[in-house]
């Protein structure tokens, strides 16, 4: 439930509210805004009795939140949430911006290069997972935190800010130290103690949609962060499994915009894993662009036919840069633009 106050409420009003809410035994969330000010209630399963706060004053109106991800919803907050990163980047503005890298981080070679390879076609984000969550546990389980000292030195040579996966607690501990994004991967999207801790670690979260969730279930995910207190959150679709084997997953474009009708949330587009094909992910990142995504990630590496993990998704360089050519062309059309590394410094 949101009580909304009238234009020039007073600080007294407000905490009144406050109190109220609090005495009735829920938890009162003040949400200041340019235009109004109101303060949300959180903590009820089902409908609450208004009728002690619609007479105070200072109280304009009740909305009742019809939906059961309260906080996520556009109810909630009308206006679309910019997550803001170091160096001025933005999701969810008006910007666009490219998250690419490795599927996982290998070597400090690989990483560095990757890094600049990214750069230098205009991501402003590196990827990579030190940690990685593999169907079969004989495959590479990724370097563990070397790997994240590795993506440390690649920000300090190029500016790039850094957005890795996190897959248990201790996970969100040390990724949350170093990196610009904890990344909450497809596999862990219903991990609901590990979505409690990310929401409390005070990083921006990437949460990925499961691997076969419901947009409905994305969004309650990433209410848990923001249950803890997390706003700074960018949802992804990359893909849902399907009956047709002819992809690895079966890319839902359509997310992009129900997720931006039901949530003021950013969402962006991960057409490598969506796909699960070199060939089909430019496509995919223009028509995920144009379908109006916050961002792309793509997975690229210096040499795809010697990655660890992923290699069949991952594109040449070459392809990257003609795919950062593109979106650009994209997302001017649609009145957006690509965010520049330059913005990154380095
Ligand atoms: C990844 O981004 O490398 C990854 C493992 O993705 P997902 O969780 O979407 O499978
Ligand atoms: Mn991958």
């Given at each position: ?13 407000v905490?009144k ?16 805004g ?12 089902g ?7 619609e ?6 109106e ?8 309260k ?5 909630w907050?009308?206006e ?12 969810g ?10 599927c996982?981080?290998?070597?400090e ?15 402003v984000?590196?990827?990579g997972?030190a ?11 990724g ?40 990344q909450i ?9 590990l979505?409690k ?5 005070g ?12 947009i409905?279930?994305?969004?309650l ?27 690895r997953?079966?890319f839902d474009?359509?997310?992009?915009p129900?997720?931006?009708?039901l ?12 796909t ?9 990142a223009?028509a ?11 997975e ?9 993990s992923?290699?069949?998704q ?8 003609q795919?950062m050519?593109?979106?650009?062309i ?17």
């Amino acid at each position: 439930m949101l009580i909304v106050m009238r234009h020039g409420a007073t600080a007294d009003e407000v905490q009144k509210v406050i109190s109220v809410i609090e005495e009735m035994g829920y938890q009162a969330t003040p949400m200041p805004g340019a235009q109004r000010t109101a303060v949300g209630l959180v903590g009820n399963d089902g409908r609450v009795d208004a009728s002690r706060l619609e007479g105070l004053p200072g109280v304009q109106e009740v909305i009742h939140v019809s939906k059961p991800y309260k906080q996520v919803s556009r109810e909630w907050r009308p206006e679309s949430t910019v997550v803001r990163l170091a160096g001025g980047v933005t999701v969810g503005g008006t910007e666009v911006v490219a998250i690419a890298g490795p599927c996982s981080l290998e070597t400090e070679r690989q990483v560095l290069e990757s890094a600049r390879i990214v750069k230098e076609a205009g991501a402003v984000i590196l990827r990579g997972g030190a940690w990685k969550p593999r169907s079969s546990p004989y495959s590479f389980q990724g370097l563990g935190r070397p790997g994240l000292k590795l993506l440390a030195k690649a920000r300090e040579e190029t500016g790039l800010l850094i957005c890795t996966e996190a897959m248990d607690p201790d996970g969100v501990g040390w990724v949350s130290e170093m990196a610009d994004i904890v990344q909450i991967g497809a596999r862990n999207m219903q991990n609901f103690s590990l979505l409690k801790v990310a929401g409390r670690c005070g990083k921006p979260i990437l949460l990925k949609r499961g691997i076969s969730a419901t947009i409905v279930e994305l969004l309650l995910s990433a209410e848990y962060l923001l249950a803890e207190g997390n706003y700074d959150v960018i949802l992804c679709e990359r893909g849902v499994r399907s009956f047709d084997t002819m992809t690895r997953n079966l890319f839902d474009l359509t997310a992009i915009p129900v997720v931006h009708k039901l949530s003021h949330l950013p969402i962006i587009a991960d057409p490598s894993h969506g796909t699960g094909l070199r060939d089909k992910v430019i496509p995919m990142a223009r028509a995920a662009v144009a379908a109006g995504a916050d961002g792309i990630m793509v997975e690229v590496h210096p040499n795809p036919e010697e990655a660890l993990s992923d290699g069949a998704q991952t594109l040449y360089p070459e392809q990257f840069t003609q795919l950062m050519r593109e979106v650009r062309i994209i997302a001017e059309a649609i009145g957006r633009r690509v965010a520049e590394p330059a913005a990154v410094g380095a």
